[in-house]
């Protein structure tokens, strides 16, 4: 099992992913350079057997000053594109209006290594805050 967090408040841009700055628990099948926004997930080794990891997500997240009120999002990417089935999506009244927001997706490492990020898949910019993520190899 891995964790990692981010306590301070980001700003994460459209389309960007949140940083994560601690690296609180390391394993050595789930690699992650401290303040970057990628985490690497290694394969089985064997293309039969994919190696297959659950992945949760928690944050805050909030319409920062400026912003327009519309409903938000946090999401999964795996490889550079949005898990659907992740996003999680809250509709604030208005700006700085914070809501905690949760996921968990099964992601399988097969033949290659996989990258998997927290993204912001909105048209604007979100502020995410208290970001955890683990990430436990299942198989």
Known sequence: MS?????????????????LETDVIKSRCVHHRA????????????DCRPARYRVFVKANIDIPTGGTVDPISLALSLNGEVVQSS???V?????GNEFAVAFEEIV???ACSTNIAVVNPNTQTIEVR???VIVERIC
């Not at 964790?3 to 940083?19: D, I, T």
């Not at 303040?35 to 064997?46: P, V």
């Open 87 to 89: 996003v999680a999506t």
């Open 3 to 19: 964790q990692f967090e981010s306590v301070f408040v980001q700003q994460v841009e459209a389309g960007q992913n949140a940083l």
């Open 130 to 132: 208290a970001l955890t």
């Open 35 to 46: 303040g970057s926004g990628l985490i690497c997930l290694e394969t089985s080794g064997c």
């Open 91 to 95: 509709t604030p009244a208005a700006v």
């Open 108 to 110: 399988c490492a097969g």
